[in-house]
């Protein structure tokens, strides 16, 4: 099965409201990474965290990671209708050169 | 840097036709990747690439495909013959020596009919 799984798959909020999406892995990894993707575009690095850390903040954005439960969160602030895109969680397993992808959320932003 | 390069934007072909897609990668990028994205089946790492040599080809789905890189600012990923179920966007992606972060091309729009 897929190393990233994202949950939910689909996320509709209202704009200035907080998104919340989930992203669980099955093996041990060095770090965990999130992309985001708008329609009909290439994915974009959001941040990375590393197997060492717990949480981590950008900007707007805060993710955590929890090894012992093998899952992160990635939380979006004070959403805007620009968030609107779809939110991809990557690993490495255990360090391995490649990423793996999930299947993403799709975060819809209603103005 | 104008970021990572593909080429082309759209590529509509008749099954058994051969496709070429290009890639340019940031300059200084020592990893290069290919992806292959659908609704079905999500984003799929085709193949990578570490200082121009072909590391992990094992998401290569049949022999149809096959991958180059003859030198650091160049790649293509070659279908002959195609088919329709090869449709898909295809993403080509680099990173840096510390693969901290992927910087992904805006992809190619293969539709095979």
């Known amino acids: 099965s897929q190393q990233g799984e994202e949950d939910p798959q689909a996320l509709s909020i209202q704009e200035g409201e907080n998104a919340t999406m989930n992203c669980s892995y099955k093996?041990?990894?060095?770090?965990l990474q999130w992309y985001r993707q708008n329609s009909g575009r290439g994915l974009v690095h959001l941040i990375l965290?590393?197997?060492?850390?717990r949480e981590k903040h950008s900007g707007r954005l805060r993710v955590t990671l929890d090894t012992s439960k093998k899952s992160s969160s990635l939380l979006i602030t004070a959403s805007r209708a620009a968030d609107t895109a779809s939110y991809f969680c990557?690993?490495?397993?255990?360090?391995?050169?490649?990423?793996?992808f999930g299947k993403g959320t799709k975060l819809t932003v209603n103005p | 840097d104008a970021g990572v390069i593909q080429s082309p934007r759209h590529e509509v072909t008749e099954m058994g036709q051969e496709v070429t897609l290009r890639c340019k990668p940031i300059?200084?990028?020592?990893?290069l990747f290919w992806y292959r994205q659908t609704m079905m089946r999500g984003l799929e790492l085709l193949i990578y690439?570490?200082?121009?040599?072909?590391?992990?080809d094992s998401g290569m789905p049949e022999d149809r495909f096959s991958a180059k890189m003859p030198n650091a600012s160049f790649s293509t990923l070659k279908i002959q013959p195609s088919e329709p179920r090869d449709s898909a966007v295809y993403f080509c992606a680099s990173s840096r020596w510390d693969r901290d972060e992927q910087y992904f091309g805006p992809g190619t729009r293969l539709t095979v009919t």
């Open positions: 690439f570490n200082n121009n040599v072909p590391i992990d």
């Open positions: 965290i590393r197997s060492n850390e």
């Open positions: 300059s200084g990028h020592d990893y």
């Open positions: 093996t041990s990894i060095n770090n």
């Open positions: 990557a690993t490495d397993q255990g360090g391995s050169e490649k990423l793996v």
